[in-house]
């Protein structure tokens, strides 16, 4: 005897594989959901159905924007020849949050990890190289999480970037060892941003 309806189900299945979303929490949402006005439910399909359509990545950051370029990368007040590197668009919310950057941004969508079979291919390193090699970039703060894969992509940027021209920086103190920094508060991360010191 089958207790959930069917299309309740579907729901919840899709949900789950959310990452951080387990079958509770799926759950709870879709009978919140079911519980909202059909009006409200439509939006949310909506607005799930053109995400794919409206949002493509912008072609000198790699951030998700409706607009190529972005608005970031699109406004003269920021720095051009200052580029933060991150590893996640993610990242690059958390940076702006802290109002302490005002360069522009390269956004890698990954890290390395043999072990899973991602290497410098698989993520944006080529652009960022490409990027440097334009001659426009004074700068370049790695801003990799300290976690293993963050510091090994961290050490192989550095270590093809060692013979150009630019200045290597990166986060500085207040970003404790293993964490993601999307997880850290904007205070700690603005902290780490003014105080970037030379990458080695």
């Known amino acids: 005897m089958q207790v959930i309806p069917p299309a309740l189900e579907r729901l919840i299945e899709s949900l789950s594989k959310l990452p951080g979303i387990g079958k509770k929490t799926a759950t709870r949402l879709a009978l919140n959901i079911l519980r909202r006005p059909a009006s409200q439910a439509h939006e949310l399909a909506a607005s799930l159905s053109e995400l794919h359509s409206a949002i493509q990545l912008c072609s000198c950051c790699f951030t998700f924007s409706e607009t190529d370029p972005c608005a970031i990368c699109a406004d003269p007040k920021r720095s051009a020849d200052l580029v933060c590197v991150v590893e996640q668009p993610g990242d690059l919310l958390a940076i702006e949050k802290t109002g302490s950057f005002r360069g522009h941004y390269h956004i890698l969508h990954g890290v390395l990890s043999p072990m899973d079979g991602i290497g410098p291919e698989e993520i944006k390193v ?50 404790p060892m293993g964490m993601d920094i999307k997880y850290a508060d904007r205070h700690t991360l603005a902290r780490a941003i003014e105080s970037r010191s030379p990458a080695t």
């Open 126 to 175: 080529s652009e960022l190289l490409a990027r440097v090699c334009s001659g426009a970039i004074k700068e370049v703060l790695i801003a990799t999480s300290s976690t293993v894969p963050g510091e090994a992509t961290a050490s192989y940027l550095i270590d093809r970037l060692h013979d150009t021209p630019i200045k290597l920086t990166r986060l500085a103190c207040g970003i």
